[in-house]
């Protein structure tokens, strides 16, 4: 491929925790490492740079007669991307210690030997190419729509377009999921990490589903930190315990509720999402209360008149609680909660199994659950 497509990985200045560069190591009196071996026709003199997308470190060798060679180490294999400093050479290669090499003409396709990962990922980004070709076709398509002011025209590309988008979307997805021991699987989901259309259920399915060699490498680590840091509060973690008090001034601990299955719901009675959401709440309550579901509830509510308003309008009968803080309350902080209705379903020994689970998804689990 002239260029490779390059995913936008807008975390890369929070890790840098982990050096990925370290000196060669000797086994046998052999040196493990890689060496890149350029030839690049047309390629002036000056430098060229190869660093990882995502990493702290940057290696860089002279450029003589279109040639360089650059050497180093790596923990496991990382994308990389090779300029030299005028840009007039910009690819991406996959870099695993061994002896690589990459010919060209500058300007045209460059060839990248010696690196298995890079065969790999060089083979599915041209498959996925075809989407983005695609995408950019309806673009220019809506562009000339957009100038003739014909609605309907719009509608049907921006509808093409979304169908598009989301068969890449699957794509990337699949590919994940079906191969859990390749190093192209960690590089795709990592910058998956950061985009708010992918949840913490579908994120850790991915992650879970890849091998430890995987999890272990270095982009392993980077997908587990970026997630975590997204989702503070992992799934299959204990939930921290907590006291607040309820409408009637009683103190409510959640470690009272230890034994039963109990839904700890985020709200607030200004929150029009938690309003519409409550009749399903209360529906899920009624049918699986006396199986076993309690409910606790954690307003973020600032005014105490407001929440025992709301609280009466929507006949929510399960136990309600607050420290009228809003925002700033203790409990939602220390479950890390960013945006409301949020809610997390713990299991009788006091484990969060699930979380966020709204509608359709909540009849679901409880139905599993209470078969």
Same mark, same amino acid.
């Given at each position: &491929?002239?260029?490779?497509? %390059?995913?936008?990985?807008?975390? =890369?200045?929070?890790?840098?925790?982990?050096?990925?560069?370290? $000196?060669?190591k000797k086994v046998a009196n052999t040196v493990i490492g890689f060496t890149v071996k350029g030839t690049i026709k047309g390629l002036k003199d000056g430098i060229v740079y190869l660093q990882p997308y995502s990493?702290?470190?940057?290696?860089?060798?002279?450029? %003589?007669?279109? @040639?360089?060679?650059?050497?180093?180490?790596?923990?496991? $294999?990382i994308r990389c991307s090779l300029i030299s400093k005028d840009y007039s050479l910009e690819t991406t290669v996959f870099?695993?210690?061994?002896?690589?090499?990459?010919?060209?003409?500058?300007?045209?396709?460059?060839?990248?030997?010696?690196? +298995?990962?890079? +065969?790999?990922?060089? *083979?599915?980004?041209?498959? /996925?190419?075809?989407?983005?070709? #695609? &995408? &950019?076709r309806l673009n220019n398509q809506l562009d000339i729509a957009k100038l003739k002011r014909d609605t309907n025209l719009i509608k049907s590309i921006g509808e093409q377009w979304n169908m598009v988008s989301k068969n890449k979307k699957a794509s990337i997805t699949n590919y994940i999921c079906k191969h859990p021991d390749s190093y192209v699987s960690a590089?795709? /989901?990592?910058? =998956?990490?950061? @985009? #708010?259309? !992918?949840?913490?259920?579908? =994120? !850790?399915?991915? !992650?879970?589903? /890849?091998?430890?060699?995987?999890?272990?490498?270095?982009m392993g680590k980077y997908i587990e930190i970026s997630i975590g840091n997204r989702f503070p509060l992992l799934i299959n973690r204990k939930a921290p315990d907590f006291a607040l008090n309820d409408i009637n001034g009683k103190k409510v601990s959640l470690s009272g509720y230890r034994g039963k299955y109990i839904l700890l719901d985020f709200w607030a009675?200004?929150?029009? $999402?938690?309003?519409?959401?409550?009749?399903?709440?209360?529906?899920a309550y009624n049918k699986y209360h006396s199986k076993g579901l309690?409910?606790? *509830?954690?307003?973020?509510?600032?005014?105490? @008149?407001?929440?025992?308003?709301? %609280? *009466?309008?929507?006949?929510?009968?399960?136990? @309600?609680v607050s420290d009228l803080k809003g925002w700033k309350s203790d409990v939602a902080q220390l479950y890390r909660v960013g945006g409301i209705p949020m809610n997390f379903l713990i299991n009788p020994q006091g484990i969060i199994i699930d979380g966020n689970l709204r509608g359709s998804e909540l009849e679901t689990k409880l139905a599993e659950i209470f078969k």
């Open positions: &491929m002239k260029k490779c497509i %390059i995913f936008s990985l807008c975390l =890369l200045s929070v890790f840098t925790g982990f050096a990925i560069k370290k $000196p060669a990493g702290n470190w940057k290696d860089s060798a002279d450029i %003589i007669n279109g @040639q360089f060679l650059i050497k180093g180490f790596v923990p496991s $294999p870099i695993e210690n061994n002896v690589i090499t990459v010919t060209g003409i500058l300007g045209g396709d460059y060839r990248v030997r010696g690196s +298995n990962t890079h +065969n790999e990922y060089d *083979a599915y980004m041209t498959s /996925l190419s075809t989407y983005d070709i #695609q &995408m &950019m590089d795709l /989901l990592f910058p =998956l990490t950061s @985009q #708010q259309e !992918y949840g913490q259920k579908e =994120l !850790y399915k991915m !992650y879970d589903g /890849l091998t430890t060699k995987i999890k272990r490498s270095t009675s200004w929150c029009g $999402p938690c309003r519409g959401e409550n009749p399903n709440v209360l529906k309690e409910i606790l *509830a954690v307003s973020l509510d600032n005014a105490r @008149q407001a929440w025992v308003k709301a %609280i *009466a309008e929507d006949k929510l009968p399960w136990t @309600q």
